[in-house]
C-alpha cells in the first residue's frame, strides 16, 4: 500500500521539447527535470528528519521553491514522508491560522479519507493525534514564501503572532498553555503520545527577512539552530541541471557554453573549476540567470531547424556578449 501511495506522487509531466521553465519556478512533475542539487537535496532531507524545525533561506531568485517542490518533496515522498507544500494568502481577510488547519486538513485528507477535522485543536494537538495511514507516513509542513508574514502580512499583527506561537509549539513540541490549562482544570494526566514527535516543520523565506523571524525566537528557539542557506550553484553543478534540464536537446559542450556566458564567469575561471571542483573558491552561478538564458536560446532553437545545429549557432551568434 504504502509504495502506491507514493507512486501517485512522483508522476512526471512536462514537454520534451520546452523543457527550460525560464524565471518560473520547477514543481513537483518536473522533478526529472530538476538537476544541480543533489547535495542540498540530501542534506535538507537528512535536517528534516531529525529535527522538528528547519528554516531554509536564501537570497530572492536563488532556487528555494524549486529545490524544495521539484527536489526536497520527492526525496521526502520516496522514503515515507508526507510534505505539504503550502503559501498562506496574508492578503485574504480569513484568519491565517484558519487558513493553514484548512489547508493541512484538505491535503491530508485527500491522501488518507480517515483523517478527522481540526475541530478546536491546536496545531500541536491535531498533530499528535492523528496517524496518518495508520502511522506509516510522517506528516512534513513546509510553508514557502514565509517572508509574507512581515510583507502581506505586517498589518495583521495580532493574527500573524497567534500563527507564530501555535507553529512554535507544534515545531519545539511544546505543550500549548491552552491545552496545559485543561489538563490542570480537569486534574487529568496526558497521555504519553504526546511526548513524541511524528512530524516536522520547514519555514522558507528570503534572507534579507530572516533577522526579522529572529524576533520570534522566544517562542521558536531552534529558529537559531535549525538553518540550512541556499546558495550560488557552482560551476560543475550548473552544468549538470543545464543537461539534466534539457531533455537531451544540448550536448554538455553547448551547455558549458552557455554556462560561460552567465555573469562573472570566465573561460579560464571555469576551466580551473573543472580542474579541482572541490575547491571552496569556485565560480558561482546564479540559477535564474542560467535557467533564462537556457530559457531563451530553447525557444529560439524550437522555432528553427535542425535542432543541434541552431543550437551551436545561437549559442555564438546570439549570447555572445548579451548575458
Known sequence: ???????????????????????????????????????????????????????????????????????????????????????????????????????????????????????????????????????????????????????????????????????ADLAENHVPMEVQKRYEDNATIMSAKYGERKYSVVLSLREDYLAQLESYKRYMPSINSSRYRVVQMTAMQALEAATKSSNGLIEKDVAIEIIKKTAGVTDRGFDETAIDPDNETRLKVEPFLLSLICFQVNEKAHRKRPRQNYFRSCISIQCAGRY
Open 1 to 167: 500500500m504504502a509504495e502506491n501511495i507514493i507512486e501517485k506522487n512522483l508522476e512526471t509531466v512536462f514537454d520534451p521539447q520546452r523543457p527550460f521553465l525560464g524565471l518560473r519556478s520547477f514543481e513537483e512533475n518536473n522533478k526529472s527535470q530538476y538537476g544541480g542539487r543533489d547535495t542540498e537535496i540530501k542534506e535538507i532531507f537528512t535536517q528534516i528528519k531529525n529535527t522538528g524545525l528547519t528554516v531554509v533561506f536564501g537570497k530572492s531568485g536563488i532556487g528555494k521553491t524549486s529545490l524544495l517542490k521539484a527536489g526536497v518533496i520527492p526525496e521526502l515522498q520516496k522514503n515515507l514522508f508526507f510534505p505539504m507544500y503550502v503559501r498562506i494568502d496574508f492578503s485574504s481577510d480569513k484568519n491565517p491560522l484558519f487558513q493553514l488547519k484548512d489547508l493541512v486538513f484538505q491535503k491530508l485528507n485527500e491522501q488518507d479519507g480517515t483523517i478527522p477535522e481540526f475541530g478546536t485543536r491546536t496545531l500541536w494537538e491535531y498533530f499528535h493525534d492523528i496517524k496518518l495511514h495508520n502511522g506509516l507516513m510522517t506528516p512534513v509542513l513546509i510553508l514557502d514564501q514565509f517572508e509574507e508574514v512581515f510583507t502581506i502580512g505586517k498589518d495583521k499583527s495580532r493574527e500573524v503572532l497567534e500563527l507564530i506561537i501555535e507553529l
